[in-house]
């Protein structure tokens, strides 16, 4: 395999015509110059030099060798700049995906922070739910997926780094005048014979398996991956609904009344990589800052 330090003794070499003087030029000793040269003949498995006397001139291959050595050096220093560059948060991309409300609440702070912090690392943001977004993590689609999860599911990020961010509870919303719209707090069961309206599938699950602990199955006339939406179609009386609070803080609740829901209902907020991705700088950078956004 042809080295790069062979290279540079090469076209030294072939610039000053002499061992001696390209080992000055590059400060090591002539027989450091002889050795590499020897060496990188060896590579090529041709002789690369003709020593005639004092005289040293280029074989057809060290001619050949020469004339690509310049672009190949060139490349190479471009490279090591560039992953310097990288590795000193100076450049760096990173694909972040996250779910709706965590785009609206947790991101935009996270990221103005890290723009500012290292104006030279650009992120680039879709939005997918769980489980979509951990798979477009795992087929390499994006670098850092913002995903949430309730109760402990043994196994399911055990090939990730996940990064807690916080702990999100759910929070009731009914309509104004609704008579429980200036409780406290409200036990889930009493909400059994309203009309529910459903967030996303995940927490659509959620929502059933919480009611059906308490001894009711609860009635879903309207099912809707919108917060907004959902949020609209209580402050139309048209039902009840409880949300992350993550997503109320995006949503301005008109017409509606937040209460709190007993028992609580709370989804795990984390961040996952690949363990291969949790030591690039850029990533790691942006993981520290979406720690920092959901800290505040």
């Not at 060290?62 to 471009?78: M, Q």
């Not at 429980?180 to 009493?190: K, P, T, Y």
């Not at 402050?235 to 017409?255: D, F, N, T």
């Not at 991705?277 to 790691?284: C, D, G, I, K, R």
Request: proline share 6%.
């Amino acid at each position: 395999m042809i080295e790069a330090r062979h290279l540079r003794v090469l076209r030294a070499v072939a610039a000053t015509g002499s061992f001696s003087a390209a080992a000055r030029e590059l400060g090591c000793t002539q027989p450091a110059v002889s050795q590499q040269m020897k060496a990188l003949e060896g590579s090529a498995g041709t002789p690369l030099l003709i020593r005639s006397g004092r005289e040293m001139r280029l074989t057809q291959a060290g001619e050949a060798l020469v004339r690509h050595a310049s672009g190949i050096l060139a490349g190479l220093t471009a490279a090591e700049e560039e992953v310097a560059a990288i590795a000193g948060l100076r450049a760096g991309r990173v694909r972040l995906v996250s779910f709706p409300s965590g785009s609206s609440t947790l991101v935009p702070g996270a990221l103005a922070a890290l723009r500012e912090a290292h104006p030279g690392t650009r992120v680039s943001l879709v939005e997918a739910e769980p489980p979509r977004s951990v798979e477009m993590l795992r087929d390499g689609d994006c670098d850092i997926a913002l995903a949430f999860r309730y109760g402990a599911n043994c196994g399911e990020w055990d090939d990730l780094v996940a990064r807690p961010l916080l702990a999100d509870r759910l929070i009731g919303l009914v309509p104004e005048g609704h008579p429980l719209s200036g409780a406290d707090a409200v036990g889930i069961s009493e909400l059994a014979d309203e009309s529910w309206i459903a967030g996303c599938p995940r927490c659509r699950r959620q929502l059933v398996e919480v009611c059906q602990e308490s001894g009711f199955t609860p009635r879903i006339d309207f099912a809707t991956d919108d917060y907004p939406a959902v949020v609209g179609l209580v402050g139309a009386g048209l039902g009840v609904a409880v949300l992350p609070e993550l997503a109320i803080e995006s949503v301005r609740p008109k017409g509606a009344r937040t209460v709190a829901v007993e028992p609580a209902i709370e989804r795990e907020i984390v961040a996952l990589t690949l363990p291969d991705l949790a030591q690039v700088p850029a990533v790691a950078a942006t993981l520290d800052h979406l720690s920092l956004a959901a800290a505040r």
